[in-house]
């Protein structure tokens, strides 16, 4: 059977070619143009995502594949690889037909699971690129002519940004510390910068301006703790002591930092990606204040959110 389509596959290229150059002048350039109405055509390519688990994160890609002739051509090879910013995420192959069906269009499904434990890597890399992924699915199918081999290589690129410090900063909020002799309102701003991102961990640091509105009382801020949550995944916590005195009617600015562990990010990935590729992300604070002889633990200040929002696959 191998031989019949072989020699099928060889007399239709030969028939093909040499009706269409007879009585031709340029025979090289009509055989060359034969060639290429025979050659299968990738008419378009869309991704979707399948089966996501803990470990891993299917993209099932369908290609489109037109076959102009009249018999069947089989698939000797496909390989495709899925690259975020050069990060190689996963490899995939054909789970559809294993040949072009005569005269016809078929589609090809393609399934590359994506490894994520990878995605702290990734995070690393997109951080470092200002918030930026550039997203590759790389591939090519080859189809077996018996006479020859013919490959045909394709790829797909779109772009994930990403804006997360844009909500980790307000102006202007209050906080209330209710005593039983008085009342005090701070109001807080503050602004966030990205400021380090190492291997194992992110660092967000924050600068915080506190204003004291009341006309007698000082206030002292004596410790903050914290905790960070992407879609109620907590990827993050601590604590630190912190001095600062503010004086009635003044401000106090200091500085705290926000610390992500990388290696808790596949979790959140999963939870990103069930949730729409949408992600709210929420930095919890709790201030530690001191005024006079009285001591005030662990007030929730007004926690900072942001959302990340990706199309990873373009689609």
Known sequence: MRKLLAVGVLMLLVVSLASGCIGSGNVKEKIGE???TLKPQILSVSHRWGEITPTTSEVITEIVVSNPNSIPIPIKNISVHLYMNGVDMGAGKNVGPASLQ???NTTIVLLTKIDNTKIPKWWV?????GEKTDVLLKGSITFDLKVTDFEWPFEQRSTVKTDILSGLQFKNVPIDIDLKLASIRLYANVTSRLDSVEEGYTQISHTVVLY???KLLPVAVSGIAYEVYMNDIKVGEGEEEKSALI??????TFDMNTIIENGKLDNWWVSHLKNGEKTKVVVQYYFVFRIGDLEVVRIPFN???SEIKTNVLGS
């Open 34 to 36: 034969k060639v290429e």
């Open 102 to 104: 005569p005269k016809a």
């Open 125 to 129: 890399s997109h951080l470092r690129n």
């Open 212 to 214: 004291n509105t009341n």
């Open 247 to 252: 004086p009635p009617q003044s401000t106090a």
């Open 303 to 305: 926690s900072m959110e």
